[in-house]
């Protein structure tokens, strides 16, 4: 079998970015046995500089930097690429529109996953540029979901937990408190399933917190990365 070498533009955070990598090359041993691990390359960029630009609104900036990244992974030799982040799939564009090689989407893995497990109406639970922006929802409702995002307080929460906490690797139980009364509050709003998109979520939120299916992105990303890896 050919294995495809994977592009990871990572860093945002580097917490999340190790679950891509660790996740990657278990799914690949697990698939072809003995010491195999995967192909791939990792850029990874300095998320303050990131975050930064997402705070001031200069995602034309971001656009252009994670562009230069994703040229630098192409003449690495990658055969196609994976953004390991939600958030910046905000200018999937301008990374596609700078190389020849494909960009797996996050939000269309997701959607996948979602379709296969009979969920129509899905509780978004990330930063608030992606329970708030257009970039994602839309992607997913084109499948035909029906997204349903926190109030505006829950967003407010949800959000310091990823910038304070988890993308510091600070994993607090009265964060995981909080998020379980966020999700209580969508799925009796008629979430049938939780898409916790934001990589660094399931760093605190696991099955046993929920009543509902949840749909860990970056888990799912991986698993699509490893499987596109792998097809002949």
């Not at 990131?50 to 040229?71: C, H, K, N, S, T």
């Not at 090689?101 to 930063?127: E, F, K, S």
């Not at 409702?141 to 600070?170: K, N």
Request: aromatic fraction near 6%.
């Amino acid at each position: 079998m050919t294995m495809k070498t994977i592009g990871l533009i990572g860093g945002m955070s580097w917490e999340s970015t190790a679950l891509y990598y660790r996740a990657i090359n278990r799914a690949v041993a697990a698939r072809l046995g003995g010491l195999h691990s995967a192909r791939l390359l990792l850029y990874s960029v300095d998320f303050a500089e990131i975050e930064d630009m997402q705070r001031r609104g200069a995602w034309d900036a971001a656009g252009v930097r994670l562009a230069e990244v994703a040229g630098a992974l192409e003449r690495g030799g990658a055969d196609f690429l994976v953004l390991c982040a939600n958030t910046m799939h905000e200018v999937a564009g301008a990374i596609t529109d700078a190389v020849r090689v494909p960009l797996l989407h996050i939000a269309d893995t997701t959607a996948d996953a979602l379709v296969a497990a009979g969920v129509r109406r899905v509780g978004l639970l990330g930063t608030r540029f992606t329970m708030e922006r257009d970039f994602y929802r839309q992607r997913l409702e084109a499948r035909g979901l029906t997204v349903v995002v926190p109030s505006e307080a829950d967003r407010a929460t949800v959000h310091r937990v990823i910038y304070d906490e988890l993308c510091r690797g600070e994993v607090r139980d009265d964060s995981r408190v909080a998020y379980r009364g966020v999700i209580a509050r969508l799925v009796a709003s008629g979430a049938e399933g939780i898409a916790l998109a934001c990589t660094e979520i399931g760093m605190l939120i696991g099955p046993s917190d929920v009543t509902v299916p949840i749909f860990d992105t970056g888990e799912i990303h991986a698993q699509a990365a490893t499987d596109y890896a792998l097809r002949e």
